[in-house]
């Protein structure tokens, strides 16, 4: 059973960072494309950024590029994946959840948030201006 854990959302003032970590386990196959996924309130959801777990291959939003890193450390069978943000904008609020899917990531995973069928619960990012 593929279980993702997401955390480490909170409050910030414009300009500030904040680190984002996703525990996932249970894969039933040995490729995946994992993610980390947004959605404001009144807003569709959107992809942020994207790595494969094989290759360490990564996508991101043009809206986050330069500013938000995406990593994935993996060990005994459980992913570690990360987002780390700095330089964080109002129009970052939003809540942020990962999310995972079996195989290769491609370039358009960002702008697919529908294909990823494993999801956490999400965590709240809040920057005020």
């Known amino acids: 059973q593929v279980e993702l854990v997401d955390s480490g959302g909170g409050s910030v003032q414009a300009g500030g960072s904040l680190t984002l970590t996703c525990l996932a386990s249970?894969?039933?196959?040995?490729?995946?494309?994992l993610g980390w996924f947004r959605q404001a309130p009144g807003k569709p959801r959107e992809g942020v950024a994207v790595?494969?777990?094989?290759?360490?291959?990564?996508?991101?939003a043009d809206s986050v590029k330069d500013r938000f890193t995406i990593s994935l450390s993996q060990a005994n069978d459980k992913d570690t994946l990360i987002l780390q943000m700095n330089n964080l904008k109002s129009e970052d609020t939003a809540m942020y959840y990962c999310?995972?899917?079996?195989?290769?990531?491609?370039?358009?995973?960002?702008?697919?948030?529908?294909?990823?069928?494993?999801r956490g619960k999400g965590t709240e990012v809040t920057v005020s201006s």
């Open positions: 249970g894969f039933p196959y040995n490729r995946n494309c």
């Open positions: 999310a995972a899917r079996g195989g290769y990531c491609v370039s358009a995973d960002t702008t697919l948030p529908d294909r990823f069928v494993w």
């Open positions: 790595i494969s777990s094989y290759t360490g291959t990564t996508s991101y």
